[in-house]
């Protein structure tokens, strides 16, 4: 089985549990199941929180929990390290240390701790010294200032993206959280990236109605008949930012407009579709950004993302196709990038 012919899961982050369990069902109809990054002590979490949804995706096998003791190894942690020191010695984060800021917790297993313990140590020493994290109170869990917690999730989104293959499923990172997407489009638009210029951001696209009182059944019998169209949705816009950020900016605006036109018309198509189906007014919506350049030495970040080494960065001369995307996903029309 190719990549391409891999079941596409939608790889959902920042958290273990999704925020809104009724809008989770919608993503059915775009790929072959969900994903969750679980941490082996919050195993029971997803269940607990939202047993209607999670039992109704197992029983149909569209539920995949992914343990970050087992995919967040060796090398993961090395391009974690690499990208978060890559960070930190910008001094871009210096400032959030206040006194009064309210840490929240990340599993130190998604910081590398089973992966690399001497390397998630070190990540967490370097915060640790800038009053950005704090030591662990239980074993388990680090308390971190929320918005390194979410670059390290937004980093972890796109560093185990690879690991789907040995999962047997192509892992595509997908939020809810259009914060969480802007800090994506700012870390690859740093000027000492060569990912700069290179990013493309699509504005949310309605693309048909909201499911969540659908049963799992009816929607999935709906889906079995449209599947080849809501999978050309996500496949096109996916392809629309591989296809437009390696071009000069002078290329791209018209270009922009040509694929904008093409994935506005997919969109209606799906919203056509959809309404005529369950007699509702569409609001469920769905876009993307990302960007897709030529990683070469000297590039960390491409490196990491283009499966080179993490740590000393590809060879002199050598060049890859590096990318990095997100898709971003709503049940209300009040969400902008």
Same mark, same amino acid.
Do not use: T
């Given at each position: 089985m190719t990549k391409d012919t891999l079941p596409e899961i939608a790889f959902y982050y920042p958290n273990p549990m999704w925020q809104y369990g009724d809008w989770i069902k919608n993503l059915v109809l775009?790929?072959?199941?969900?994903?969750?990054?679980?941490?082996?002590?919050?195993?029971?979490?997803?269940?607990? =929180?939202?047993? *209607?949804?999670?039992?109704?995706?197992?029983?149909?096998?569209?539920?995949?929990?992914?343990?970050?003791?087992r995919v967040v190894d060796r090398s993961a942690t090395e391009k974690l390290a690499a990208a978060m020191t890559d960070v930190l010695v910008t001094g871009a984060l210096d400032a959030l240390a206040t006194e009064n800021t309210v840490f929240h917790e990340l599993s130190y297993s998604r910081l590398g701790s089973v992966g690399d313990p001497g390397l998630a140590k070190m990540i967490l020493d370097e915060l640790k010294a800038r009053g950005l994290a704090r030591d662990s109170e239980d074993g388990k869990s680090i308390p971190m200032h929320p918005m390194v917690r979410a670059l390290v999730l937004v980093l972890l989104a796109q560093i185990l993206r690879p690991a789907g293959e040995t999962l047997g499923v192509e892992l595509s990172p997908i939020t809810d959280q259009p914060k969480l997407v802007q800090a994506l489009v700012e870390l690859l638009s740093l000027p000492e990236h060569p990912s700069a210029g290179h990013v493309v951001a699509f504005d949310l696209n309605t %693309?048909?109605?909201?499911?969540? *009182?659908?049963?799992?059944?009816?929607?999935?019998?709906?889906?079995?008949?449209?599947? =080849?169209?809501?999978r050309a949705y996500t496949r096109s816009v996916r392809e629309f930012v591989r296809q437009l950020g390696p071009l000069a900016l002078a290329e791209r605006a018209e270009a922009f407009e040509d694929r904008q036109a093409e994935i506005d018309d997919l969109a209606a198509g799906l919203r056509g579709r959809s309404r005529r189906a369950w007699g509702q007014p569409a609001s469920f919506a769905l876009s993307i950004a990302g960007a897709t350049w030529t990683a070469v030495s000297?590039?960390?970040?491409? *490196?990491?993302? =283009?499966?080179?080494?993490?740590? %000393?960065?590809?060879? =002199?001369?050598?060049?890859?196709?590096?990318?990095?995307?997100?898709?971003?996903?709503? *049940?209300?029309?009040?969400l902008s990038w």
């Open positions: 775009f790929f072959d199941g969900v994903g969750l990054l679980v941490p082996e002590y919050m195993k029971e979490r997803p269940e607990q =929180a939202d047993p *209607a949804i999670v039992v109704g995706l197992k029983q149909h096998g569209l539920l995949h929990i992914i343990e970050p003791e %693309v048909g109605v909201d499911v969540s *009182a659908v049963p799992i059944d009816e929607l999935l019998d709906y889906r079995n008949q449209h599947r =080849a169209q809501y000297g590039d960390p970040l491409g *490196a990491l993302l =283009a499966g080179g080494s993490a740590l %000393v960065g590809l060879a =002199a001369g050598e060049k890859k196709e590096a990318n990095a995307y997100s898709y971003l996903f709503s *049940a209300r029309h009040d």
